[in-house]
């Protein structure tokens, strides 16, 4: 089996297994009760929380545990929306946002919030000047993420943060779900207010995440309940989740830290073998783009048809996000890049986790000439 689809989800450690197993065998007391099983379990979550502190330089006060990249984008748009609302209710995003960003938009548009969706150029980048042109005095919050899911494209978040630093009314939401690991961020010096990781994109496991929310910035809760998480994000804590979450970054640092450059070969070598084939177009631009993700189209063939030739040989590759890619309609983000619809209708992803190997990548290229060749003779029999 060739799994290249590591953007949608990523296959969990063996450690981070047995560490939500242990600790839902052992440690399962509620951490806020009051007796000292629960004080035990809280200490987990405790030092969870300052191992990702540390990981990411910031205070373990401002980690907010969550259920996932959706939720952290959910509790950042909406939070920040809702709390500062008597001050303005316009929202800076952009027209590639993820599904859990520019759904959310819509919904606060539905209520009464203004939203500007700026487009981006043809390598999927956002640019800086246009966001600072859209900023009103009503503007609220600037929402842009870090790495495009679809075409890996990086967004320039340092320079949005520093021309959002002269606009102390205005936070800075940051996507980071495809970003951990692969691109550098600092928070702190990028002037990020606001930053969202998902677990399950880095070997972790479906249902933990978290949203750095920097010391200062107050939320409106979008979960009321028993006051977890600093009354940010109420909730019995997923305790084995959060401490899973927290092996997984680290053993991933650790994997980017040895590996970052072989998937960068990977995705080298990938790209000069697809840009040889006929009728091949590769989205995912040359410079600038995450290491990981490497987006294309096939002219003749709807991208549904490849995938599924694919599937037969156990190589298993997605069309556009996750969330979208059972919806028949052409991928948003390549139109707002300028593609064709038609290509656009044709897209495929391959995205790479560092598991993967130089000798996947190659028998991946030699099934796809071998079954886009297959399908050619098909489509000329058929004239």
Do not use: W
């Not at 593609?339 to 991946?364: C, H, K």
Request: aromatic residues 6%.
């Amino acid at each position: 089996m060739i799994y290249f689809d590591n953007a949608a989800t990523t296959k969990p450690f063996p450690e981070v297994l047995d560490a939500f197993l242990k600790v839902n065998d052992i440690y399962y007391a509620n951490p806020s009760s009051i007796h000292s099983f629960g004080g035990r379990v809280e200490k987990l979550i405790s030092t969870s929380r300052k191992q990702i502190a540390s990981i990411l330089n910031i205070n373990d006060k401002e980690v907010i545990f969550t259920s996932g990249g959706t939720e952290s984008n959910n509790l950042a748009i909406k939070g920040a929306a809702l709390l500062y609302r008597n001050r303005g209710k316009h929202i800076i995003t952009t027209k590639i946002e993820h599904p859990s960003v520019s759904n959310t938009m819509k919904q606060l548009e539905s209520i009464g919030y203004s939203v500007t969706c700026l487009d981006v150029n043809e390598a999927g980048v956002v640019d800086p000047e246009d966001v600072e042109k859209a900023i009103r005095p009503d503007t609220i919050l600037v929402s842009i993420m870090h790495v495009n899911n679809e075409v890996g494209s990086v967004q320039p978040v340092k320079k949005i943060g520093s021309l959002l630093k002269k606009h102390s009314k205005i936070l800075f939401h940051v996507d980071g779900v495809q970003a951990f690991g692969k691109i550098p961020v600092s928070l702190l010096d990028h002037h990020i207010d606001l930053y969202s990781i998902s677990a399950h994109k880095i070997h972790g496991l479906k249902g933990a995440g978290m949203l750095y929310v920097r010391d200062g910035v107050i939320l409106s809760p979008i979960l009321s309940g028993g006051e977890q998480e600093g009354n940010i994000r109420s909730g019995t804590e997923n305790t084995g989740g959060i401490v899973s979450f927290s092996k997984a970054m680290r053993l991933y640092q650790e994997e980017s830290r040895d590996s970052l450059n072989e998937m960068k070969d990977i995705q080298r070598y990938l790209r000069v073998q697809l840009e040889k084939m006929r009728g091949v177009t590769v989205h995912t631009p040359h410079a600038g783009s995450a290491p990981h993700i490497l987006n294309f189209s096939i002219e003749d063939f709807k991208s549904e048809v490849v995938v599924h030739a694919l599937d037969q040989h156990e190589i298993y590759v997605s069309t556009t996000s996750a969330c979208s890619s059972k919806k028949s309609k052409p991928s948003q983000t390549l139109l707002t890049m300028g593609v064709g619809e038609n290509l656009a209708d044709r897209a495929i992803r391959v995205s790479l986790s560092f598991q993967n190997t130089m000798q996947e990548a190659e028998r991946f290229v030699r099934i796809l000439k071998q079954e886009t060749a297959q399908l050619e003779k098909i489509m000329r029999r058929s004239r």
